[in-house]
T-cell receptor, first 115, second 114 residues
Framework: DGGITQSPKYLFRKEGQNVTLSCEQN?????MYWYRQDPGQGLRLIYY???????QKGDIAEGYSVSREKKESFPLTVTSAQKNPTAFYLC??????????????FGEGSRLTVL | SQQGEEDPQALSIQEGENATMNCSYK?????LQWYRQNSGRGLVHLIL?????REKHSGRLRVTLDTSKKSSSLLITASRAADTASYFC??????????????FGEGTQLTVNP
């Protein structure tokens, strides 16, 4: 079935460690996104990519890094520079449109906890 | 920056009643979308309404858009316990230089009591 797969579902990290969250899609979508969600709050955009080998910072990019070497994959690294990384991370994809964003398809999320 | 703001933050109703959630935003938009999120899960797209549309229906969902007031509402008719979830509006401001992206509000937590 087509969709977005995020892994791992749960992740624990010690302070000072970098961790990488995986996001893979088989929907043939050009655009991919990473959002962060804190308890009881909405989603905030970390990074997004409209096409392979290109990506832009969102509203809260500090302490995070991404790569987009393949169309299907958009991994997110949470670095030790991110001061408050405990959150629920959501990856999404969409068909690329030049002037508007269409429907986003979301993965099931990865919950990161810093010990 | 937060574009959409939902109202109310929480809503509790009985099964069979209608639920109305509102969203306000600040800048001009290309479209506005509504999403649903069950606890601990990813978001699911419900409906998209373009800036030149005023009303849209999908099953038990009715969405209205008033661009002069920069607001939208989501109506769920004849609610069911399975409708219990958080509902988010998201706006697309269409930033041509850096690529289009959605900005989400903080959501309305809907509880439908059996």
């Amino acid at each position: 079935d087509g969709g977005i797969t995020q892994s791992p579902k749960y992740l624990f990290r010690k302070e000072g460690q970098n961790v990488t969250l995986s996001c893979e899609q088989n929907l043939n979508h050009d655009a991919m996104y990473w959002y962060r969600q804190d308890p009881g709050q909405g989603l905030r955009l970390i990074y997004y990519s409209q096409i392979v080998n290109d990506f832009q910072k969102g509203d809260i990019a500090e302490g995070y890094s991404v790569s987009r070497e393949k169309k299907e994959s958009f991994p997110l690294t949470v670095t030790s520079a991110q001061k408050n990384p405990t959150a629920f991370y959501l990856c999404a994809s969409s068909r690329r449109r030049t002037r508007s964003t269409g429907e986003l398809f979301f993965g099931e999320g990865s919950r990161l906890t810093v010990l | 920056s937060q574009q959409g703001e939902e109202d109310p933050q929480a809503l509790s109703i009985q099964e069979g009643e209608n639920a109305t959630m509102n969203c306000s935003y600040k800048t001009s938009i290309n479209n506005l979308q509504w999403y649903r999120q069950n606890s601990g899960r990813g978001l699911v797209h419900l409906i998209l309404i373009r800036s030149n549309e005023r009303e849209k229906h999908s099953g038990r969902l009715r969405v209205t858009l008033d661009t002069s007031k920069k607001s939208s509402s989501l109506l769920i008719t004849a609610s069911r316990a399975a409708d219990t979830a958080s509902y988010f509006c998201a706006t697309d401001a269409g930033e041509e230089t850096s690529g289009s992206r959605l900005t989400f509000g903080e959501g309305t937590q809907l509880t439908v009591n059996p």
